[in-house]
């Protein structure tokens, strides 16, 4: 079946711009998960959803940053005035009940490059 | 405050055993996991340990002592498909290290 989907795959955009990331889960998956990834570091949990809510959001690195999930199916993540701080790849993972020893099924990623 | 340690690279060769290792300092800890990552890709689910001992997943193992906050991933009969980054992150908040790059040799 289809695995986790990305949309941009690719967003280059200029510093202090709006930015909005999506996230279609594998269907039925319940928890679905935001990372960052920059370049020479290692991978950043960003947020975490068990359906439609976000239990901890401590991970969001600035109130720059936001994330929604609707319908308990796709997420956006928007980042707000974006700084050349924010360029990353952003990757998404869903699993099925949210349970830390479900296997987490990773998309492809979305790169973002701000200038 | 939060650590873990990891070697940043290591080299072995094809057939051969590797052990990589993972330290951590943490204030919380529920778990510790371990990804494998190939380069341009994302990262793939390897193992999940919450007790002490070793865990065995075919050619892959993963142990974790609690009291010493130490981990190692066990790859054996290596393949040069083994070739990629491998993460170890604990489980609190999902705190991950930045990865170890192992390359495999023919």
């Known amino acids: 079946g289809a695995g986790v989907s990305q949309s941009p795959s690719n967003k280059v955009t200029e510093k202090g711009k709006d930015v909005e990331l999506r996230c279609d889960p594998i269907s039925g998956h319940t928890a679905l998960y935001w990372y960052r990834q920059s370049l020479g570091q290692g991978l950043e949990f960003l947020i975490y959803f068990q359906g439609n809510s976000a239990p901890d959001k401590s991970g969001l690195p600035s109130d720059r940053f936001s994330a929604e999930r609707t319908g308990g199916s796709v997420s956006t993540l928007t980042i707000q005035r974006t700084q050349q701080e924010d360029s990353a790849v952003y990757l998404c993972?869903?699993?099925?009940?949210?349970?830390?020893?479900?296997?987490?099924?990773f998309g492809p990623g979305t790169r973002l490059t701000v200038l | 405050g939060q650590n873990i340690d990891q070697p940043t690279e290591m080299t072995a060769t094809e057939g051969a055993i590797v052990q990589i290792n993972c330290t951590y300092q943490?204030?919380?800890?529920?778990?510790l996991f371990w990804y494998q990552q190939h380069a341009g890709e994302a990262p793939t689910f390897l193992s999940y340990n919450v007790l002490d001992g070793l865990e065995e997943k075919g050619r892959f193992s993963s142990f974790l002592s609690r009291s010493k906050g130490y981990s190692y991933l066990l790859l054996k009969e290596l393949q040069m498909k083994d070739s990629a980054s491998y993460l170890c992150a604990v489980d609190d908040k999902i705190i991950f290290g930045k990865g170890t790059r192992l390359h495999i040799l023919p």
């Open positions: 993972a869903s699993s099925t009940q949210g349970e830390l020893t479900d296997t987490q099924y």
């Open positions: 943490t204030s919380g800890f529920n778990g």
